[in-house]
């Protein structure tokens, strides 16, 4: 079997034991994991892929192709934690073959683009996004396909094929825009527009633009319309408050994170291989932007990033967009640094580093859970998982260092892409129990489904909603406390009944009314009724009250 052949053999496998495997490991996170399972469902259920809804109620945070990509895995898999993460891990392969497909094709060959995928795959921020119900990946690999295509293009060398990708660029806008919004069309232009200017083609820019604009329109006006013509006050507020008011906000911004809070996400979320970007830009240095593809992956990473930055409000997740510039500048530096040139001087400290990284999580994970003076991030019970992360982590010290002394630079790159894959092939199964205790009330919730019938009035706080939804398959929870991110939806007055204070709960009780409630931990419960039956998991209580 050809070499090529192989590697795509060991990443396929490294795929499936890495992303696939672990999708149905744990329970669905709250408030975001249960949100994007959650309106999916409500989708399947009523029939209306139209105008989203979460909890019965009109959501319009974002368009619907994420949701619709969700709903298709539950028509195949069933209704369940692994159909809903699928659509993140699914996107994470294909971003990083279209990643593989432009290196090859215009950065050196097959192996710097083995390594660009390799390298995409293995960061890990993108690991911990592509095993998440997150709608982030799926957005970038719009983008990512949009960014390809675009590139595709302005180096063809027919009409007809120009415009083959040129459609294929303004198509993947279109998705993109159906996924989230306006940022679809935002990164494509931050990158393209300085990537013409600099090559001196801003013309033909001005001459090609029209036609993918106009197959992005045709992508997206048919549920544009409808949706409009369904729900008429949609645009304004996915417009205005979602786009808008969220990136200018000030300090009171969603999200609201100081300028620079995205330097250290990228780069602890490009690890390991971050740790080897001395040795990349030393491979690229004098001829850094001499390749058009290494100019494009320079704009790639760097314009996004201030775009982003500049927002005030941020989450981590946002500046997946950057990393396909990063995997393919990290590949076409390390391919010179180490294979063309055999230098190895700053790979050998990349690599040590990788492994004194690893080594000092390993000890102070183990000096943690052994001394009795420090905090414990796992309970007595909880051994094997620790143990297992010191293993893991053990192992990733071995192959970094195994990396810094083989003499093969493939082999080497090898080694180092393998050092952390123990640890992100264990990592989704040994979560400590305190953190579920306070993410995943999933498992929880299920073991109390016999309390639940058709007659039973379900009660919660906003930020537990939609685990209640999902796990009890219901879209009429009342809302205690706090209206959260539905208070658009109860704003309408066919919902505004669906919003509940304590003396409206205790009313419920008092009717005779079944009633069990899922809330948070606070002294203010106190004034309830004492119920039939009280149930704790970490911060999650449930308050059943009997007719």
Not at 61 to 86: C, D, H, I, Q
Not at 194 to 206: K, N, V
């Amino acid at each position: 079997m050809p070499w090529s052949r192989q590697l795509l053999a060991l990443l396929m496998l490294a795929y499936v034991l890495l992303y696939l495997l672990p999708l149905a490991s744990r329970p669905l996170t709250v408030p975001s994991e249960a949100r994007y399972a959650e309106i999916p469902r409500e989708m399947r259920v009523s029939g209306d892929w139209v105008v989203p809804h979460l909890n019965g109620l009109r959501y319009f945070e974002k368009p619907p192709l994420g949701y619709w990509a969700a709903a298709l895995a539950m028509t195949v898999f069933g209704e369940n934690v692994f159909a809903s993460r699928l659509p993140a891990a699914l996107s994470s392969l294909l971003s990083a073959l279209l990643i593989g497909l432009l290196v090859r094709r215009f950065g050196g060959g097959v192996r710097p683009a083995w390594l660009a995928g390799a390298i995409y795959l293995g960061c890990l921020q993108i690991f911990v996004t592509g095993i998440t119900n997150l709608l982030d990946s799926f957005l970038a690999l719009w983008l990512n396909a949009a960014l390809v295509a675009f590139f595709y293009a302005m180096h063809s060398d027919t009409v007809k094929t120009r415009r083959l990708f040129l459609t294929g660029f303004g198509v993947a806008c279109g998705f993109a825009f159906l996924t989230k919004g306006f940022l679809a069309f935002a990164v494509p232009v931050l990158v393209i527009v300085p990537f013409m200017l600099w090559a001196g083609r801003w013309r033909e820019l001005l001459r090609c633009c029209w036609w993918p604009i106009a197959c992005a329109v045709l992508v997206a006006l048919p549920w544009s319309l409808s949706v409009h013509g369904r729900e008429a006050d949609f645009w304004h507020y996915f417009f205005w408050v979602e786009h808008i008011k969220r990136f200018t906000a000030g300090a009171e911004a969603q999200h609201s994170r100081p300028i620079w809070f995205f330097l250290p996400v990228l780069l602890a979320g490009a690890l390991p291989w971050i740790l080897l970007l001395p040795a990349a830009f030393s491979g690229l240095r004098g001829v850094f932007t001499a390749l058009p593809l290494q100019r494009y992956a320079l704009l790639w990473l760097v314009l996004p990033f201030l775009f982003f930055s500049a927002s005030n409000g941020k989450l981590a997740t946002y500046i997946l967009p950057c990393f396909p510039g990063l995997a393919i500048l990290l590949a076409l530096g390390l391919e010179r640094y180490l294979v063309r040139s055999e230098r190895s001087r700053l790979f050998f400290w990349g690599a040590w580093s990788s492994a004194g990284l690893a080594g000092l999580l390993a000890l102070g994970l183990g000096l943690s859970q052994v001394l009795p003076m420090l905090p414990k991030l796992y309970a007595p019970g909880e051994a094997w998982r620790w143990l297992a992360l010191v293993l893991a982590l053990s192992g990733w010290v071995w192959l970094a260092v195994l990396a810094a002394r083989l003499r093969d630079p493939e082999q080497r790159l090898f080694a180092f892409a393998a050092a952390p894959l123990l640890l992100m092939l264990c990592l989704p199964w040994v979560f400590p129990q305190q953190v579920l205790d306070r993410k995943a009330p999933g498992k929880f919730l299920h073991t109390h489904t016999d309390l639940v019938t058709p007659e039973t009035r379900l009660v919660a706080d906003a930020g537990l909603m939609h685990a209640v939804n999902w796990s009890y398959q219901r879209d009429d929870v009342y809302l205690l406390h706090s209206q959260g991110e539905v208070a658009y939806g109860l704003s309408y007055p066919d919902a505004r009944s669906r919003y509940l204070n304590l003396n409206e709960v205790s009313a419920f009780v008092a009717r005779g009314t079944p009633v069990l409630m899922v809330h948070e931990n606070s002294p203010e419960f106190a004034k309830l009724p004492l119920p039939e039956a009280l149930y704790r998991q970490g911060r999650f209580v449930i308050r059943y009250y009997k007719p």
